[in-house]
T-cell receptor, first 111, second 113 residues
Framework: QKEVEQNSGPLSVPEGAIASLNCTYSDRGSQSFFWYRQYSGKSPELIMSIYSNGDKEDGRFTAQLNKASQYVSLLIRDSQPSDSATYLC???????????FGKGNQVVVIP | DGGITQSPKYLFRKEGQNVTLSCEQNLNHDAMYWYRQDPGQGLRLIYY???????QKGDIAEGYSVSREKKESFPLTVTSAQKNPTAFYLCATTPTSGGNEQFFGPGTRLTVL
């Protein structure tokens, strides 16, 4: 069973601060890593994908990947109330395009 | 207008009834997936299909059935054998050439009365 762990509880951050989310995975052969944002009652929306070690920046979002340590993280800079959502980490199964999802981390941005 | 559509948005079912959830896409994506999401849980894979006329069981296929007769369509039937069907059901697709990313439809919320 492929496992993706997002262990942090709900994260409250003041508006304008940095929100940091972490995710660990069990399959050393995984090659594709994704972060999804899910607003309450809505479907997940892909916000970041990363395939190589290091950082990838897209606007206020930065994804960080460390395959040796088997973790991927997401930083949200200058957090806005509209960033309040649950963030899901997803990792592909080696050899096919199935994804394993973590349970998600809720982020609340306080104005 | 391209995208993934799921219908209905809300569905109410009496115990013992089979219901079919629709998922249609006009993105020309080959692979399609069905997930179930329960409160506090991650997404759990029910069935997936990589090509027309072929599909595989996911992690929680019991009590569900699917078909893939057309590339654009991947309907999910929730049968009376599914003991706890109340959940949020999500359909997703993957581009034919890409990095395994999945894109989701708006979902169907099923409630068993």
């Amino acid at each position: 069973q492929k496992e993706v762990e997002q262990n942090s509880g709900p994260l409250s951050v003041p508006e304008g601060a940095i929100a940091s989310l972490n995710c660990t995975y069990s399959d050393r052969g995984s090659q594709s890593f994704f972060w999804y944002r899910q607003y309450s009652g809505k479907s997940p929306e892909l916000i970041m994908s990363i395939y190589s070690n290091g950082d990838k920046e897209d606007g206020r979002f930065t994804a960080q990947l460390n395959k040796a340590s088997q973790y991927v993280s997401l930083l949200i800079r200058d957090s806005q109330p509209s960033d309040s959502a649950t963030y899901l980490c997803a990792v592909n199964y080696y050899g096919n395009n199935r994804l394993a999802f973590g349970k998600g981390n809720q982020v609340v941005v306080i104005p | 207008d391209g995208g993934i559509t799921q219908s209905p948005k809300y569905l109410f079912r009496k115990e013992g009834q089979n219901v079919t959830l629709s998922c249609e896409q006009n993105l020309n994506h080959d692979a399609m997936y069905w997930y179930r999401q329960d409160p506090g849980q991650g997404l759990r894979l029910i069935y997936y299909s990589q090509i027309v006329n072929d599909f595989q069981k996911g992690d929680i296929a019991e009590g569900y059935s699917v078909s893939r007769e057309k590339k654009e369509s991947f309907p999910l039937t929730v049968t009376s054998a599914q003991k706890n069907p109340t959940a949020f059901y999500l359909c997703a697709t993957t581009p034919t050439s890409g990095g395994n990313e999945q894109f989701f439809g708006p979902g169907t919320r099923l409630t068993v009365l």
